[in-house]
């Protein structure tokens, strides 16, 4: 019988949002945030860890043994997951972020990550509903008329109806100028979408009766050399079983109960949303919440995985005198390794929460001066928190693995498959490499009043810690970068200056945890973590700074594998090419 995760410790996240960055003013923003009391989000944290344990935890190994299937041509869940979801709904989970005018409860944002942190501990891939839910929701808030929202706002809050984001094309990924999907005008005012859209998670299932989905395709005449993108909203298979099509379902390394299709659409009808040609620019109205929920689910999986090794590390005897074998905790380099999974979920937690603070308030202060800030510092911060998370979850799970030994690569642990669902972290909403040039090209060379805030406040948090001087690199860096004029040398760079960024965002994270008082166990683990990240802050950055003052030099080195096949079109030149921001 494999080990079961452990449940979610309410009191260090009550501690965590209660630590979280100006969390006293969003408590002010809105009359329904001033009752989130410390008492009403204790009760939250502790009924969701009872419903994490007690229902997606079983849930979680049966859907990782046997994961959905397609059956005539429609998916089937995981047996269970109907059963799981029907509690979920009934207990008003999926409304927590919604909006109160559509029926949702809408608690402030650090409530709700703090909670998907708790169920993505026990079943990421049930949590990976949720999510197209809410991004399609605020979509159709957005850019949808009055009847529209009246539709289909209340169902999403709900959950009692799905939703997809329709973006992926085989061959196009994140290049989406490649997009293929047409919508053509209607003369009823309706638009007709054709085209296959690939790696779309929750494409269908069988947990609610009705699915939606939100739709990136070109409107432009056939022909026009320049893409023109609009978003449309289409109804699924069961109202048009003729015109929208399940493929296949992907099979995956891991996160195996939520089923990630193919769809086809043959002459759908769906209807338009928002602005003809403007569909990839309000696209951006659900990244924040997009992003965030990567980080929470990164976060789910590390502060799992850690938890796991740190009891494991307590019990399991190795070492130490001939019949009388000690604790493997009490080994340095084991102590290392736990200390490297502690500091890693705690400093991502504390940056997931307060990023999440910081959209509150870029959405809802009442001084503009303060939403201009926060709406840039968030701009800067989440790339960060995403490629954080998704690091995270997959280092902590490897790192348990190696904690565990040989135990660990078992099925007996829950780590291994931690380590698998894990890996689609980085990929979500852009790879690595891609948020590495987001961070680059428009946070740095194009705006880097983002970069301004944060160097400002983190350096306010940090003073007379080691943060100050890896804040000095990470300018530095920056400066370095928006001054470079040969685009292979900014490319090049891009990743090098993201972990940079990320060190120094977790060490502002650190700082403001080690001023904690040493009153609270939550509150001591908070502060020791906070002094290990901080006390190797200083050689990590300067080897990040480094490799971003190296730029794409290490890249000529490339050209020696020409004569393997490489072509030299794919050969970095290190030359003069121009600015593409």
Same mark, same amino acid.
């Given at each position: 019988?494999?080990?079961?995760?452990?449940?979610?410790?309410?009191?260090?996240?009550?501690?965590?949002?209660?630590?979280?960055?100006?969390?006293?003013?969003?408590?002010?923003?809105?009359?329904? %945030?001033?009752?989130?009391?410390?008492?009403?989000?204790?009760?939250?944290?502790?009924?969701?860890?009872?419903?994490?344990?007690?229902?997606?935890?079983? +849930?979680?190994?049966?859907?990782?043994?046997?994961?959905?299937?397609?059956?005539?041509?429609?998916?089937?869940?995981?047996?269970?997951?109907?059963?799981?979801?029907?509690?979920?709904?009934?207990?008003?989970? #999926?409304?927590?972020?919604?909006?109160?005018?559509?029926?949702?409860?809408?608690?402030?944002?650090?409530?709700?990550?703090?909670?998907?942190?708790?169920?993505?501990?026990?079943?990421?891939?049930?949590?990976?509903?949720?999510?197209?839910?809410?991004?399609?929701?605020?979509? $159709?808030?957005? %850019?949808?008329?009055?009847?529209?929202?009246?539709?289909?706002?209340?169902?999403?809050?709900?959950?009692?109806?799905?939703?997809?984001?329709?973006?992926?094309?085989?061959?196009?990924?994140?290049?989406?100028?490649?997009?293929?999907?047409? !919508?053509?005008?209607?003369?009823?005012?309706?638009?007709?979408?054709?085209?296959?859209?690939?790696?779309?998670?929750?494409?269908?299932?069988?947990?609610?009766?009705?699915? $939606?989905?939100?739709?990136?395709?070109?409107?432009?005449?056939?022909?026009?050399?320049?893409?023109?993108?609009?978003?449309?909203?289409?109804?699924?298979?069961?109202?048009?079983?003729?015109?929208?099509?399940?493929?296949?379902?992907?099979?995956?390394?891991?996160?195996?109960?939520?089923?990630?299709?193919?769809?086809?659409?043959?002459?759908?009808?769906?209807?338009?949303?928002?602005?003809?040609?403007?569909?990839?620019?309000?696209?951006?109205?659900?990244?924040?919440?997009?992003?965030?929920?990567?980080?929470?689910?990164?976060?789910?999986?590390?502060?799992?995985?850690?938890?796991? !090794?740190?009891?494991?590390?307590?019990?399991?005897?190795?070492?130490? #005198?001939?019949?009388?074998?000690?604790?493997?905790?009490?080994?340095?380099?084991?102590?290392?390794?736990?200390?490297?999974? %502690?500091?890693?979920?705690?400093?991502?937690?504390?940056?997931?929460?307060?990023?999440?603070?910081?959209?509150?308030?870029?959405?809802?202060?009442?001084?503009?001066?303060?939403?201009?800030?926060?709406?840039? +510092?968030?701009?800067?911060?989440?790339?960060?928190?995403?490629?954080?998370?998704?690091?995270?979850?997959?280092?902590?799970?490897?790192?348990?693995?190696?904690?565990?030994?040989?135990?660990?690569?078992?099925?007996?642990?829950?780590?291994?498959?931690?380590?698998?669902?894990?890996?689609?972290?980085?990929?979500?909403?852009?790879?690595?490499?891609?948020?590495?040039?987001?961070?680059?090209?428009?946070?740095?060379?194009?705006?880097?009043?983002?970069?301004?805030?944060?160097?400002?406040?983190?350096?306010?948090?940090?003073?007379?810690?080691?943060?100050?001087?890896?804040?000095?690199?990470?300018?530095?860096?920056?400066?370095?970068?928006?001054?470079?004029?040969?685009?292979?040398?900014?490319?090049?760079?891009?990743?090098?200056?993201?972990?940079?960024?990320?060190?120094?965002?977790?060490?502002?994270?650190?700082?403001? %945890?080690?001023?904690?008082?040493?009153?609270?166990?939550?509150?001591?683990?908070?502060?020791?973590?906070?002094?290990?990240?901080?006390?190797?802050?200083?050689?990590?950055?300067?080897?990040?700074?480094?490799?971003?003052?190296?730029?794409?030099? #290490?890249?000529?080195?490339?050209?020696?594998?020409?004569?393997?096949?490489?072509?030299?079109?794919?050969?970095?030149?290190?030359?003069?090419?121009?600015?593409?921001?």
């Amino acid at each position: 019988m494999r080990a079961a995760i452990p449940r979610a410790d309410g009191a260090s996240l009550l501690a965590h949002v209660e630590a979280s960055f100006r969390i006293g003013d969003v408590r002010g923003l809105a009359p329904h %945030f001033a009752e989130c009391s410390r008492e009403l989000i204790d009760a939250v944290l502790e009924e969701a860890g009872r419903f994490s344990s007690a229902v997606l935890e079983p +849930l979680n190994r049966g859907m990782d043994r046997v994961g959905a299937t397609l059956v005539d041509g429609r998916v089937r869940t995981s047996a269970g997951h109907v059963q799981a979801w029907k509690a979920f709904v009934e207990a008003g989970w #999926p409304a927590m972020d919604h909006g109160l005018e559509h029926g949702g409860q809408q608690m402030p944002l650090v409530l709700c990550m703090a909670v998907q942190e708790i169920f993505d501990r026990n079943c990421p891939a049930f949590g990976m509903l949720p999510v197209p839910q809410r991004s399609a929701a605020r979509l $159709i808030d957005a %850019f949808a008329d009055a009847d529209t929202k009246a539709r289909w706002l209340p169902g999403l809050a709900a959950g009692t109806i799905g939703a997809t984001i329709c973006i992926s094309e085989a061959g196009a990924g994140s290049d989406v100028m490649q997009l293929r999907t047409r !919508a053509t005008p209607m003369a009823d005012g309706s638009w007709c979408i054709t085209g296959e859209k690939c790696w779309i998670s929750f494409g269908d299932h069988d947990l609610t009766d009705t699915i $939606i989905h939100c739709v990136l395709a070109r409107s432009d005449a056939p022909g026009t050399a320049i893409p023109e993108l609009s978003l449309f909203l289409v109804e699924g298979k069961a109202s048009q079983p003729d015109a929208v099509h399940v493929r296949r379902i992907e099979e995956k390394l891991g996160l195996h109960g939520s089923p990630t299709c193919s769809l086809g659409f043959e002459g759908a009808r769906g209807q338009l949303l928002g602005t003809l040609g403007r569909g990839l620019a309000q696209m951006f109205v659900m990244i924040t919440q997009m992003r965030l929920a990567v980080g929470a689910m990164g976060l789910g999986i590390a502060s799992a995985a850690v938890d796991i !090794a740190y009891d494991y590390a307590g019990q399991r005897r190795q070492g130490g #005198p001939p019949g009388n074998p000690v604790p493997i905790i009490t080994h340095p380099d084991v102590q290392r390794q736990v200390l490297d999974l %502690f500091a890693r979920s705690e400093m991502l937690r504390g940056m997931t929460l307060n990023a999440a603070n910081i959209a509150e308030i870029a959405a809802r202060s009442s001084v503009e001066e303060d939403r201009t800030a926060a709406a840039a +510092l968030l701009q800067w911060l989440l790339p960060i928190v995403k490629t954080f998370g998704a690091e995270a979850a997959f280092d902590n799970a490897s790192g348990a693995i190696q904690v565990l030994g040989g135990a660990g690569y078992t099925t007996d642990w829950p780590v291994e498959q931690m380590l698998r669902d894990a890996r689609v972290l980085a990929l979500f909403e852009g790879t690595t490499g891609i948020q590495g040039l987001d961070l680059v090209h428009r946070r740095v060379r194009r705006d880097r009043r983002g970069l301004d805030v944060f160097l400002a406040q983190a350096r306010l948090d940090g003073a007379e810690t080691p943060l100050i001087a890896a804040l000095d690199r990470l300018d530095d860096a920056a400066r370095h970068l928006g001054e470079e004029t040969r685009h292979d040398d900014i490319d090049g760079a891009a990743t090098a200056f993201l972990r940079l960024a990320t060190l120094t965002a977790a060490g502002w994270v650190a700082s403001r %945890f080690r001023s904690l008082p040493n009153d609270r166990p939550a509150h001591r683990r908070m502060r020791a973590t906070a002094g290990y990240w901080l006390e190797r802050l200083g050689p990590l950055s300067i080897l990040a700074h480094a490799e971003v003052m190296a730029s794409a030099k #290490p890249l000529m080195h490339l050209a020696e594998l020409t004569s393997t096949g490489v072509s030299d079109d794919h050969v970095p030149t290190g030359g003069t090419g121009s600015e593409t921001d």
